[in-house]
Structure formats: C-alpha cells, structure tokens
C-alpha cells in the first residue's frame, strides 16, 4: 500500500513519526511520504525509523503558498526533495516563523474574549514540533471544556478567513508566491505536485503552473468528490501530469478523520513520482 500525503507531530499532526510508523505497519503501508508543512525537519530522523519498520519513506514536503494572480491559496507537494537543501531551507524558515508569530497573535485574541487559556499551554500541545498551528490552540480550548473537537463551531468562529466577517481571532499569514514554491521544489531535486486542487479550486491556474514545472497533480484526497476527481484525472490527463494521492494524514487533528492510507494511488504513482525524480537528477548532472 502506498501513502502519499501525510504530516507528522513536526507540523501539525497530533502523533509523531514512530506512532506513524506502527499504525503505517498495521495498515501494510510499504511506501509513506512525509509532507509536513514548509519543513523537512522530519525527513532524516522519518528515513532511519522507517527502515526499523521495513517502510519505505519517500522525502516530502507541503509548501503554503498563493496564487496572487487569481487571490486563492494553493499548496504545493514536493516528493524526492533533498532534506537538507539550503535555498528550500531558507524560504520555509521564514513561513514556518510568520505562522508561529501569528498563532502567537490569535492566543491573545482568544485571552482577551476571556477564555481561559494562555500561550505556555498551547506550546504544550506542539511539543516537540517547529510550531503553534490552530489546531493546538483548539486542543487546549477542548481540554477547558470551551468545545467538544477540533473543526467545531468554535473554529469557525475564531478562526473563520472570509473577508467581509473575519474570524474572532483571526490573523493572517503572508505566504509565498505559487510559482516560487514550484521553481525552489524543482532546484531541491523535488517533483513538484499541486496538492487537494479541489479545495482552493486551483484548476485554472494548472496550465500555467506546468509551463514553471509542475510534474502532478493530486486526484485522490479527502476533499475531493467522484466529480472533483474526474476534473484532476482530466487536467493530468491534458497536461501529461502524473496522478497521486493520499489520506492528508493529521492523527486527531484531522479535519475529516481519514485513516491512514485511506487514499492508496497505487504503485505506478509511486514508481513515476521515483522515475522523474531519477531522471531529472541525471539531467542536471549533464555538463
């Protein structure tokens, strides 16, 4: 079985990577790529457990970004990226930071409408990850009783983004550029797959994004419908792009409690994912 998205304590999943391993065991998953937001921080300790585990891990990213041509979000995997690629390092960074700085910010909203948390106890909740995501700060307003989950009534209300009735809490992030993430994922080796399009509704930029270096788009997720899947499987089909999947894994911080390798793609995902990584790698060694 072949898991192609998944995220771990690192950025904002509620288990770490050697509960990952065991369920991914249990499951018959034999090839998992770690995505974890704007971060390889995982990769190389994720390699050496999963080799414990008889599992294949496939060197993974998910990086933020936005459109700023169409005003939408887009995400961007990377698969096969170098873990320790200096020039990918130092745009994450930066992201990783901005995010923390504004859950930061959203902490002290929430103090101020007078709920009973504060930031040391969020922190507690992302202990041994790079930061704060929202989800930690709703795990600790569940453990005070203020709700009974993570993607609740009171998430909405906190952290809603729409333009004209902002959440009560809500603070921007400023992202990358798109077409940034795409060109700094192809110079880490990475292949360079456009995450959930259903969800930020990404299609028509996809012919765009192609012509910078886009290599996949991802068919099967969650979020996305038979409909949404067949549109994925058309502009794959269109722009020769290779199709993937996965279960978008996040533990009890996900929003739509897929099971790991929910969302298997098959092997030929995994093999020309491999392939075009190979070749591209043997490409830019040519003199």
Excluded at 7 to 35: F, P, Q, Y
Excluded at 114 to 129: C, E, F, R
Aim: proline content about 5%; some cysteine.
């Amino acid at each position: 079985m072949i898991e192609l998205h998944c995220h771990t304590k690192i950025s904002d999943n509620s288990m770490n990577i050697v509960d990952i391993m065991e369920l991914a065991r249990e499951k018959g998953i034999t090839h998992l790529a770690l995505t974890d937001h704007d971060t390889m921080e995982g990769l190389e300790p994720a390699k050496k457990i999963g080799e414990k585990y008889e599992i294949t891990i496939i060197p993974g990213i998910e990086m933020s970004a936005y459109d700023f041509k169409r005003n939408t979000r887009a995400h961007i995997l990377g698969y096969y990226i170098d873990p320790y690629h200096e020039p990918l390092k130092r745009i994450c960074d930066p992201m990783v930071a901005r995010r923390h700085e504004a859950s930061y910010k959203m902490v002290e909203k929430i103090m101020n409408l007078g709920y009973n948390i504060d930031w040391p106890l969020v922190q507690s909740y992302a202990q041994g990850g790079t930061g704060v995501y929202k989800q930690h700060i709703m795990h600790a307003l569940w453990d005070k009783g203020y709700t009974n989950g993570i993607y609740t009534d009171l998430y909405k209300q906190l952290f809603s983004s729409v333009k004209n009735k902002p959440g009560e809490a809500y603070v921007p992030v400023e992202y990358i550029d798109v077409r940034e993430a795409i060109q700094t994922i192809k110079q880490a080796g990475g292949i360079p797959v456009l995450a959930h399009p259903g969800q930020f509704n990404n299609f028509d930029a996809v012919q765009e994004w192609v012509a910078l270096g886009l290599e996949g788009i991802e068919v099967w997720h969650p979020l996305h419908d038979a409909h949404v899947e067949q549109l994925a499987h058309y502009y794959a089909s269109t722009y020769n792009l290779i199709e993937t999947g996965g279960s978008d894994f996040h533990g009890l911080y996900g929003e739509h409690h897929d099971e790991l390798g929910s969302k298997n793609p098959g092997l030929n995902a995994m093999i020309a994912l491999k392939e075009k990584a190979v070749s591209q790698a043997a490409l830019s060694s040519l003199p």
